[in-house]
């Protein structure tokens, strides 16, 4: 697991480059900290984007050894972040591509949100957990072009520059692309709640 390279603390990070010159100095144990500073929002896109933890996770641990293998290619001048980004959005969607899978459907998620309840939920975390599953199950009903963009965009906050240099799609056509994942999200969301209230008449 790529968690073996992570140090046990972010305190005192020196900054992204000052580690990558020790690495490529021979001092491979500073590459742990690399790991430990970006691991957490690697995982997160690569989740957004496949979908599944355990696939999240062979995706971003391929993803820092990608990173580790080609460090000496990485220009000093640029955002190690964004380079970061562009190789987890990738071999995500790379990762996707190779699977072949059935498409999810409207029956696959429940109707009730009592379902996401338990006795240490209050019926507000309930919801708030039904929300969260449900929004992230109409991501996984978007192609994975359009999941890396919203995840990106929303979870992310980035511009519709950063996601063009981290994609390689233009800004344009990441606009486009936004608008369309968005109007797929809000029409996938309403036809499950549409299920809901069908399900408790």
């Not at 690697?42 to 984007?49: E, G, M, T």
């Not at 606009?175 to 999200?185: I, P, T």
Request: charged content about 30%.
């Amino acid at each position: 697991m790529y968690y073996l390279y992570a140090s046990n603390s972010r305190m005192d990070y020196k900054g992204d480059i000052y580690y990558i010159e020790r690495v490529l100095n021979g001092e491979i144990a500073s590459f742990s900290h690399i790991v430990d500073r970006h691991k957490d929002h690697a995982f997160n896109l690569a989740l957004k984007i496949c979908g599944n933890r355990e696939e999240a996770e062979e995706v971003t641990q391929d993803s820092f050894l990608k990173v580790y293998r080609s460090l000496k290619e990485f220009k000093m001048k640029s955002s190690f972040g964004t380079w970061l980004y562009r190789i987890v959005y990738n071999t995500s969607v790379s990762y996707i591509r190779s699977r072949k899978r059935g498409v999810l459907s409207l029956e696959d998620f429940p109707a009730d949100a009592t379902d996401f309840a338990s006795i240490s939920k209050t019926a507000e975390e309930a919801e708030d957990e039904y929300r969260s599953s449900l929004v992230n199950f109409a991501l996984q009903k978007l192609n994975e072009d359009e999941r890396g963009i919203i995840s990106l965009f929303y979870y992310e906050g980035m511009n519709t520059e950063e996601i063009s240099e981290i994609t390689g799609i233009s800004r344009p056509n990441i606009k486009v692309k936004l608008f369309r994942a968005r109007q797929k999200l809000l029409e996938i969301i309403g036809k499950v709640e549409k299920k809901k209230l069908i399900y408790h008449e």
